[in-house]
């Protein structure tokens, strides 16, 4: 199987609407189950933006800074407009 030229990564990587970015102790699986909940101030999800995708790659374009409880964090997801989507999970 041939592998995909920057140029069609960068296309599809720049069509993912990608607004929130939300973290879960445990894997969120198709409907974004085991987000993490909790602490003072309380955890919530957070605005992100990417820079467009170069190179076949796409990154944030300013750091994330959660307020979380202790707990162990396994998963971050992105979601579309606030609405979970079976993204892949990192």
Do not use: I, Q
């Amino acid at each position: 199987m041939g592998s995909f030229v920057n140029a069609a990564k960068n296309t599809m990587l720049d069509a993912l609407t990608v607004a929130y970015a939300s973290l879960h102790n445990g894997d969120p699986g198709a409907t974004g189950t085991n987000e993490v909940t909790g602490g003072s101030p309380a955890y919530a999800r957070k605005a992100v933006t990417f820079n467009a995708a170069a190179a076949g790659a796409r990154a944030l374009n300013a750091d994330v800074t959660f307020d979380v409880p202790a707990c162990t964090v396994m998963y971050v997801g992105y979601l579309d407009g606030g609405n979970w989507r079976d993204f892949p999970r990192f």
